[in-house]
């Protein structure tokens, strides 16, 4: 880059000014001199005048430098001004998404300097050797000697270790790799290389999304919408962490804070992976643990039927047997409804769903149709053991353990000053020879694989779909039963009772719109059963 040319400075137009400015002036004194009229007052007095305006100007122009409020921050920034035009001034530097915007050199001023950071920045600042002030948003004046020690981004931030997209990490080196191009390859694959139980090495692509730990504001109060805090940062700063296998003094050997998460992950996948073989990352027989305890869900009724059978009373009267035998077929219609509302085979499956509940033994669970893949599993820990503070525990094969245990990991990514947000493992990588036998293997079984994935999905579908029906009934029923109250607390008679429930159902269908479009001609039914009502005085 061609270095700025010495009447390109902002000093050198001064310069010139001051210049034309002193022989004007001077010439004014000669004539005032030739006159008889120059007096030595004269010049003490121009003089005088000249630097209390010049410092005038100063301080009102410095209002408006940078948004500022406070007495003392105008003060700051005055004496910023006087300090550079006595050439002493400090570093001036404006920090973009966690990025310095400066001048060449002028991180290396060492009078008192101010810093402008963005909303979506931090910095922490240094003093010789040792850490002195952490700033967020806002404008920030430093002392002298005060330099950026760090800066940091508070979006969040994603980060990807493992190979290229283009890399061929097994294969042998070409004639047309370089030696320098085959170790950038071969470094790639370490990063994330593991070995599954039955010493098959996997080499994935790890992502890991993060940020600084703090809550963005809310409202107009000050920080940050991106989330600052001071603390977290100056432990994402103060902690960072060495790499021991480099050479020190080498850009490999420091790792920066936004460095360690992804490190972390590829940890836990050699950990995780060292528990599965390599067949169960692509077959779904692996038990998926769970991160908290979980209230065991209520089996699907025994009798779903009953909900659609009117309760009778040997002791109603004539009209009162008419109205629940109106209130029966009211619910009928609601079920055919639901039934037509299912999509692709609903009621079938629904069907099948209950054949399965009646034919189990009483107490009986539902077929398990939560297996995943080990693969699944492993993603799953991963986010567990870094995003909170217990995780559940595997054994030696994989499989869940009663009980959760501390996470070391999110530890100590609190302690450093990271919050992770998300983590996934993909586009795993084998051996040559490993590969071609997955490809053969999957091609001469993936009709079979294919149908139990099918017979699977429509099984969970069922089950779906019996639960969706009969929590749709059980809130029906719930809001009926809230009017049936209603009216008794009114003293409502037998007819206001009857109008109240299918207003009350006819209100339900009105609100839900795919219910309103599906049901018009049930919605027209209960209009001419409210306008019988009205009509009938009996």
């Known amino acids: 880059m061609d270095e700025t040319r010495f009447y390109q400075k902002p000093g050198f137009s001064l310069i010139i000014l001051g210049v034309i400015s002193f022989f004007a002036y001077a010439a004014a004194l000669y004539f005032q001199w030739r006159e008889g009229t120059l007096i ?36 700051k920034i005055f004496d910023r001004l006087m300090g550079y035009l006595g050439g002493m001034r400090g570093p001036a530097i404006f920090i973009k998404n966690g990025q310095a915007v400066d001048r060449p050199g002028e991180s290396e001023r060492k009078g008192a300097g101010v810093l402008w950071l963005d909303t979506a920045s931090a910095a922490v600042t240094h003093v010789d050797v040792s850490l002195k002030n952490t700033f967020g948003p806002g404008v920030h004046f430093t002392g002298g000697g005060e330099k950026i020690a760090a800066t940091v981004s508070l979006h969040v931030q994603s980060q990807n270790i493992g190979p290229g997209e283009k890399d061929e990490p097994f294969k042998a080196k070409g004639e047309n790799t370089s030696e320098d191009e085959f170790k950038e390859i071969q470094k790639r694959r370490m990063m994330t290389s593991a070995l599954t139980r039955d010493g098959i090495e996997v080499v994935p692509n790890i992502s890991v999304s993060f940020k600084i730990d703090a809550d963005a504001i809310k409202g107009d109060r000050p920080g940050s919408h991106f989330g600052y805090s001071e603390e977290a940062v100056s432990r994402a700063i103060i902690n960072q962490a060495v790499n021991p296998n480099a050479k020190p003094k080498t850009l490999e050997y420091n790792v920066d804070w936004n460095e360690l998460p992804a490190y972390v992950a590829a940890d836990l996948w050699r950990e995780f992976m060292s528990k599965f073989k390599l067949m169960q990352l692509f077959e779904t027989n692996c038990v998926m643990p769970t991160a908290i305890p979980q209230e065991s869900p209520l089996p699907p009724a025994q009798d779903t039927e009953a909900l659609k059978r009117p309760m009778t009373d040997r002791q109603q009267g004539t009209l009162a047997r008419a109205v629940t035998e109106m209130l029966h077929e009211t619910n009928h219609w609601l079920e055919k409804l639901a039934d037509r509302c299912e999509t692709g085979g609903g009621k079938k499956a629904v069907k099948a769903a209950a054949a399965d509940v009646a034919a189990r033994p009483a107490g009986g669970k539902p077929p398990d149709t939560s297996r995943k893949t080990a693969l699944q599993v492993i993603n799953f820990m991963l986010k567990e053991r870094m995003t909170n503070p217990k995780s559940p525990v595997l054994n030696q094969n994989g499989e869940p353990q009663t009980g959760w245990r501390e996470s070391r990991e999110y530890r100590l990514l609190k302690e450093r000053g990271i919050r992770v947000t998300s983590v996934s493992v ?9 590969e071609e036998q997955l490809v053969n293997q999957w091609t001469a079984n993936w009709l079979d694989n294919a149908r139990k994935e099918r017979d699977r999905i429509e099984l969970a579908r069922s089950y779906a779909t019996l639960s969706g029906q009969e929590k749709a009934m059980t809130g029906y029923t719930t809001d009926i039963a809230y009017s049936v109250l209603d009216s008794k607390r009114e003293a409502k008679g037998l007819k206001e009772t009857v109008k109240s429930l299918l207003s009350r159902s006819r209100m339900l269908l009105v609100r839900n719109d795919r219910m309103h479009r599906r049901a018009s001609n049930e919605l027209q039914e209960l209009e001419d059963i409210l306008q019988w009502l009205e009509s009938n005085q009996t």
């Open 426 to 434: 993909s586009t795993l990588r084998f051996p040559t020879k490993v």
């Open 40 to 75: 030595l007052y004269t010049i003490l007095r121009d003089l005088f005048i000249l630097f209390v305006l010049h410092l005038f100007w100063i301080a009102f122009f410095a209002q408006f430098v940078l948004p500022v409020q406070t007495f003392e921050e105008r003060q």
